[in-house]
Each structure stands twice: as C-alpha cells, then as structure tokens.
C-alpha cells in the first residue's frame, strides 16, 4: 500500500506562489494516477488537478487553469503541484491521492478516488 505525504503549505499573500509535493513511500509513484484536492472550511471536497500514469497528461479545472502546474519527478518519487497568483478561493487544505478518476468524461472537481489518501497539508492566503 502506498503512503503519501504532502508538504510545502503555509501561508502566502494574494497574488505570491507556493508548490506543494506529494511523496510517496511503499510503492513507485509512477505506476499511479495522481490527483491533487482541496477542501476549504465549510466546503465539500474538491478535485483540481491529476496526471495520468498511462501517459503523463494533466487535466486542470477551470479555476486553477493557468495558474496552477502539476508534474512528476519520478527520481524523487514526487509529485509537484506549483501554485501561482493566489487568490482568495484558494485557501484550503490540500491533499494528493492515488487513482482518482482523471478521464476527460469525468468532472474533474467531483472526487472519486480509488487509492490513497495524504493527510494534507494548509494553504493560507492573507495579506
């Protein structure tokens, strides 16, 4: 079974940068599709972002296309979620998971993971 642990919140002013990472013990990363959640106070679960483990392909939803970046360094057996020009929708804690579904027929913010979850890590925004 694989573990993951997600590091590099914190807090950030609006419009600076984090990047957060997901790394994995117990397996290789690369055998997996990644996906990248938050979750704000008071909200439901959301998917953002994942990665494909057949082909490398990343899907992003509508509110973080462009602003955020997802990628894999397989030596480190970490994936990378760069964030930029944060915002006030951003705060959250954000977690990685193994095998979500990351189909392009699928809504990519409503989760269904079928793997491992990390325990997430706290994203603050504020001036």
């Known amino acids: 079974q694989v573990q993951l642990v997600e590091s590099g919140g914190g807090l950030v002013q609006p419009g600076g940068s984090l990047r957060l990472s997901c790394t994995a013990s117990?397996?290789?990363?690369?055998?997996?599709?990644i996906g990248w959640f938050r979750q704000a106070p008071g909200k439901a679960r959301e998917g953002i972002s994942c990665?494909?483990?057949?082909?490398?392909?990343?899907r992003y939803v509508d509110s973080v296309k462009g602003r955020f970046t997802m990628w894999r360094d397989n030596a480190k057996n970490t994936v990378y979620l760069q964030m930029r020009s944060l915002n006030a929708e951003d705060p959250a804690v954000y977690y990685c998971a193994t095998d979500p579904i990351c189909d392009s027929g699928h809504s990519l913010s409503t989760p269904v993971v079928f793997g491992s979850w990390g325990q997430g890590t706290q994203v603050t925004v504020s001036s």
């Open positions: 117990g397996s290789t990363l690369d055998l997996y599709t």
């Open positions: 990665i494909s483990s057949s082909d490398g392909a990343t």
